[in-house]
């Protein structure tokens, strides 16, 4: 390709992905206030903050330690055997299931009036101050994402040998977890437990649902207080934004050096072994994670009226979804052709950071253009968590991707545009098409942003699923969180097929 033709297209790549994660910088400016002690003191101050912050750091601490404890459990039952292939092959249909349907399904079935209090009345709600009952709602979704981010791991071929040897030398499944899989998988887990913080500290639309309620997490209250008009209010809501990343600041760091005091403790194989017996555990834990799933379609089923929800709504989550998916899609592959490699880890930035900021920095961008309650400003915020999901997808095939044939196409004379579209594209159709899946299935999950940037004028599945979850309607809260969840298994399903309908014609991608 020409060099002036490839600089143009790497200059439309970097400004198309900038006025995606300009959000990044006026979240910046946003946290602002955080630097006057005076504004400290009007935050620490009142009344509900310091409950919020324990309901918040208690819940995050449930689900992130509850979905790590359910990983490792599932690993050490399971893996390596058949069982877990089978396993693998449900957690696309775990990680379609949107958190808003997830924790509807709890609310219908456990919360006080809801399908177990009818029928057994003495298993009452207890009060919870402290978001025990967010936290273990979460950590059950968020174990399905940590065993994805896992599997890519644990398919090395060396580190299922290695297991098969201490095996056979009698060690247990809990010594070969201790021993080999955990010093293994936790350096590579770093991320994604780490992204799974910073949305458990940030959640507001799950936390909406399930509470606790007044005071509610230092998440929901920095949302309410960034809603209200008065400037104090506004004050304590940044502050609150800015308190939220030093809580992911100090989890990280408290999580960094428990491992190296862990690692530096215990000491390696001692020569002890301590065979276990899993006959029952491991198909409980196998099924475990799949059953809930099950169980949440058929309480939202059961509890839907037949009617179907709004055409607007529908409508509007529909094409949401498949324009961020698309969108998404295209951006990712032009920014791995021809984006700046050294950048790439700042795409990242937005799984690892709290939401709440991000979601508030675009806010005033849209309120600085004038561009707030428009269909194409929603759609906007939806990328800025949409690409980097995506991007965790499609980055590693794309590195995948044998140089040798990139080398013969430019010995025949093929520019790069012809090389990305004929040779680098078809190459990865498979995980483009799951991409693509997860793209849509984020996109149809996001609350913050399409509540502020939309207004109230562009109302989704899961803004009125949320809406609905205070009132005294079941029935509908069931049909919005019931449709929420079937858009994104049909596009999950959607896709699967047409990866073994191309895979038919071609060999290498079944």
Known sequence: ???????????????????VYLPLFTAVDFLRPALSAENGLLL?????????????LISS??????????TLLIIATLWPSRAWQRFTTRLPLLLALPHVAFASAALLLFAEGGVIY???????????????????????????????A?????????????VVVLRSLGYGRWQCLRYLILPTLLPALGIALLATTAWTLSVVDVALILGPGNPPTLAVLAWQWLNQGEESAQIKGQLACAVLLALLVMLALCARVLWFVWQRLFPGLHGRRYPQSTRLSAPLAGYLLPLCGLLCALTLLLQAHTALPDELILSNSLWLGLLAALCGAALCLLWL???????TPCLWLPLILPALPLAAGQYQLALYGWLDGEFITVLWGHLLWVIPWMLFVLRPAWQRIDPRLVLIARTLGWHQARIFAQIKCPLIIKPLLSAL?????????????TLWLGAGRVPTLTTEAVALSSGGAPAQLATQGLWQLLLPVFFFTLTALLTRVIGHFRRGLR
């Open 118 to 148: 009818r029928y057994l009345p003495f298993m009452h709600a207890l009060p919870d101050r402290y978001g025990l009952g967010l936290g273990v709602v979460l950590a059950v979704k968020e174990s399905g994402f940590l065993l994805w």
């Open 44 to 56: 620490v101050n009142d009344p509900q903050f310091w409950q919020a912050l324990s309901a918040t």
């Open 61 to 70: 601490l449930v689900a992130t330690g509850g979905a790590l404890v359910l």
């Open 1 to 19: 390709m020409a060099t002036p033709l490839r600089y143009a297209l790497i200059t439309l790549v970097c400004v198309g992905m900038l006025l």
């Open 150 to 162: 896992s599997w890519a791991v644990l398919g090395e071929k060396r580190l299922s040998e290695q």
């Open 437 to 449: 899946a997860i793209g849509f299935s984020v996109s149809i999950s996001q609350y913050l942003p």
């Open 337 to 343: 052709e021809w984006g700046p490699v050294w950048l």
